[in-house]
């Protein structure tokens, strides 16, 4: 394996060190909001996305790629791992748009192509969600000021009906509100997972299913 790099779930994953992302950060600078690194509970979501994958939809009729929307997205890499897994159509949404160099030359390191949106994602709506099937995240709801937001984000998705919501976290406290808020309402799910050596990851997935 080339120094500087990890291969998980059959994705390329270059570190912090690798020339790279080094030439990135010269070029265009250090993304904000926590988006300055690969973080491992995008290794819980692939994980979990494996054992439980977004579904090609049309059951009636021909099928198509799932629409997939990652939010918070910092690096992509399960965004990206869904394009590449699923043949899955993937937004990737973060505040910081310093991010999007990093996700864009990774999605071109694993052969796929994903679109990015500059966004917070208390300002997503109802319309906006309607264009996707599933949002995904991981490690987005680390203050205390973020569990509300995210907890109306999931309540419009179920508005919006047919729209899946699934979430990893290390375990916080911020995020096991917002996900137990969502499961005394919705039909939802919040249960610990990891993922096996040699990623040692582990934390909480909240999977919340889409209203009919």
């Known amino acids: 394996m080339p120094i500087h790099e990890r291969h998980s779930f059959g994705l390329r994953i270059l570190t912090n060190s690798h020339k790279d992302i080094k030439r990135l950060r010269h070029a265009t600078g250090i993304p904000n909001i926590h988006g300055n690194k690969f973080w491992k509970s995008s290794l819980l979501l692939i994980d979990y996305l494996s054992a439980f994958p977004p579904l090609l939809q049309g059951v009636s009729g021909p099928s198509r790629p799932p629409r997939i929307l990652e939010i918070g997205c910092g690096w992509g890499l399960a965004g ?29 390191l694993n052969g796929v192509k994903v679109e990015t949106w500059r966004c917070r994602y208390e300002k997503i709506r109802k319309v906006d969600l309607q264009q996707f099937d599933v949002v995904i995240a991981a490690d987005i709801c680390f203050w205390d000021e973020m569990v509300t937001p995210l ?4 309540r419009r998705t179920q508005q919006a009906k047919g729209v899946r919501v699934v979430i990893t976290d290390p375990g916080r406290p911020t995020f096991e509100d917002m996900a137990e808020r969502c499961v005394e309402a919705f039909d939802a799910l919040l249960e610990p997972w990891s ?3 040699p990623h040692r990851a582990s934390g909480w997935v909240f999977d919340c299913a889409p209203a009919s």
């Open 80 to 108: 990206i791992f869904c394009a590449k897994a699923f043949k899955a159509e993937v937004t990737c949404l973060d505040a910081d748009d310093t991010v999007f160099p990093y996700c864009e030359h990774h999605a071109a």
């Open 151 to 154: 907890a109306n984000l999931v």
């Open 195 to 197: 993922a096996p050596h």
